[in-house]
């Protein structure tokens, strides 16, 4: 068989089977359409639903499911989530309307937020430096791809015993008192940390620091406990405005608190606002009972006696009195009372029964030996004062009452024993050492005045008055150099005592000192312009120097002020003939015989002068 036989009955094989018709099983088209139907209404479904997911014009987070120590939350769009840096958290799902989440992410410029999609974590891990114990705000946004969605916010700050515990294991106070300041910064309304912060402070006595923090919690809440330890650190600043203001408040608190109220009236005396404290103290006698009113009637006796008022102050201390009859105070104040109101009995009367009460009291007895010397009864003060000092030989005030009654009856001996008794018993007592100078150089003594006035000038060298008595003891002795010495040092320390200058311009005559002596007297025509005798002085000094200009200026001087100084006009008319001006000469010579007419130096000297001048 060849390949053309073959291909034609494959041919005839062919048509034999086309010609053959199917059998198809009954209601296969029917359910085929049906299955199709299906298809196409779920493709219209999955349409609808799809299309707003995929091209959803506004999208939009729900929220983020989160778990918190095992406590699954959903934070909401827009919330704010607080965390402790030790708790651990993980994002489990971000909800959102767009289908598949296609494009969204998270993004924040805090922590790797989105580490916590693949593990549970410290959120404090998380932080800069891991520094916990600061407060972080991050933003957690959530975008679809470059399109905020949504966001949350996220705090992470510790707790106030975390600060606490902080400041517990810090060992300085000062490092403690400063964890505490930043905390209070995080917690400015916790009352823990103040509380701590002012122990702190009055730990290292900061009371001022301590202070400021208590005032501001009152400031917030009126509180009694808060006042109490307010009071407590005024006292112990000794701020009595703060004191002041402490008591005030606690008795609006507590109005029918005596005790507290009278803390406000003593502090109110003590701060010296007299009326103020006297209205507090009238206050409290209404409310107290009469047998505890003691503190009261002497802080009125007081204020009145400050104030001028003696009347009311003695009648405030007679009831004192009356309630305790052995108190020397209130005596005492009585007698100083009816001392100042001139019953000098009545004075002395409650001064006895001071020393009644109190008979070691030196104080009181020299005030009643006082009292007695200003009465004028000297003979009974110095009686009780030499009594006194038999067992108080010591006595610094003893021995100045002395010199008072010494004074009183002028004897000098009696005083100038007190003075020596004073020094002995505080030899720094300058002004006793200088009386005891003066005193012996009166007497005529004057060895023994150089001796305590020397000793005095050691501590007060700027003493004029000492140095001036050392100046004439030395010229009376005839010991020039030591009296130069003093003189110098007199018109440096008061260039106006003139008495000096005299025996200077002697003193550096005698010497030829005349240049010395020109400076000197140079200083006191300046200390002393209108001073005659100073510029006499200048004169002859210059004109011993040479200095004829500066003479004849000082000369002028002097003649300006004296013009009638016959001694001056010579001088100056001799000075002009030596100087060549025998006009001004003859002249100054005239003038001299027209007010002393019998001068015969001037006369001789104007004739011997004319002679020269004729014309030959």
Known sequence: MNTKQLSQQDKRDSLSIKGKRRIKPPGTRKNGLWILLILLIVILIAGYLLWPCLNNAEPRLNYLKIVKDGESLNLLNGETIHFHPRDRVRLLKISTNICFNRGVRLVTEGPDINSLLYDELLIGDMLPDKEIYGTYTFRVEVKRYNQEIGYVDIVIEPLVEDWLDKADRSIEVDRKIEVLKKALEIFPGERRIKDRLVKEYTSVNKWGDAAVILEGMVKEKVDKAVLESLLNIYEKMSNKDGVISALKRLAQLSPDDTALRLSLAVALEDAGKSSEAIMEYEGLLDMMRPQDLLPV????????????????????????????????????????????????????????????????????????????????????????????????????????????????????????????????????????????GVMEYEAGSPDKALTYLKQYLESLPDDTDARSILFDIYKAQKKDDLAYKEALAIIKLKPSETDCYQ??????????????????????????????????????????????????????????????????????AKLYEKQDKPDEALALYRKILNISPENEEAEEAYLALRLKTLPK
């Open 297 to 436: 009637y002497n802080g009125l006796g007081y204020l009145y006696a400050e104030t001028g008022e003696n009347d009311k102050a003695i009648s405030f201390y007679l009831k004192a009195l009356e309630l305790n009859m052995e108190d020397a105070n209130i005596n005492y104040n009585l007698s100083v009372l009816y001392d100042k109101m001139g019953q000098k009995d009545k004075a002395n009367q409650y001064l006895s029964r001071v020393i009644e009460l109190k008979p070691d009291s030196q104080g009181d007895n020299l005030r009643l030996i006082e009292s007695l010397l200003e009465a004028g009864r000297l003979k009974e003060a110095e009686r009780s004062l030499r009594e006194f000092l038999k067992s108080n030989a010591n006595s610094m005030d003893a021995w100045l009452l002395m010199t008072r009654i010494a004074e009183r009856n002028g004897d000098k001996a009696a005083l100038k024993t007190a003075y020596e008794k004073i020094l002995d018993i505080n030899p720094r007592n300058n002004n006793v050492r200088y009386n005891l």
């Open 503 to 572: 025996f200077i311009f002697e003193y550096l005559s005698k010497k030829d000192r005349y240049s010395d002596m020109a400076g000197i007297m140079e200083t006191g025509v300046k200390a002393n312009p209108k001073d005659v005798n100073i510029r006499k002085y200048l004169v002859a000094s210059y004109l011993k120097t040479g200095k004829e200009g500066q003479a004849l200026t000082q000369m002028k001087a002097v003649l300006d002020m004296t013009p009638d100084d016959t001694v001056m006009l010579m001088q100056l």
